[in-house]
């Protein structure tokens, strides 16, 4: 439900389900869930702000209708239109 509501990206597997999920789940040695992979990271339980410092991307709102958008990070400055409202801004990344 977080990453639906903060509009991240994201692949669901139930290791109860899934089999392949499972074996990928034991061979890494993780013991709870959720567990999250993240570029070559794993973090177990939901710790947002580790999710977020993960990410190659930051969501911000747009500062006119609140939208939530993906910034890239390590870009330097960049321009960005929001596409709900057509608002612009200008972001160090």
């Known amino acids: 439900m977080y990453l639906r509501q903060e509009g991240i990206p994201f692949e669901e597997r139930d290791i109860n389900e899934d089999r392949a999920a499972r074996e990928d ?18 973090v177990v339980g939901l710790d947002k702000q580790k999710i977020r410092s993960l990410m190659d991307f930051s969501i911000l709102p747009c500062q006119n209708c609140r939208k939530q958008l993906r ?20 972001k160090e990344t």
């Open 25 to 42: 789940f034991l061979r890494r040695g993780l013991t709870g869930v959720p567990s999250f992979l993240i570029g070559d990271q794993v």
């Open 71 to 90: 910034i890239p990070k390590g870009k330097g400055k960049i321009r960005i239109t929001c596409p709900e409202c057509g608002s612009r801004m200008v």
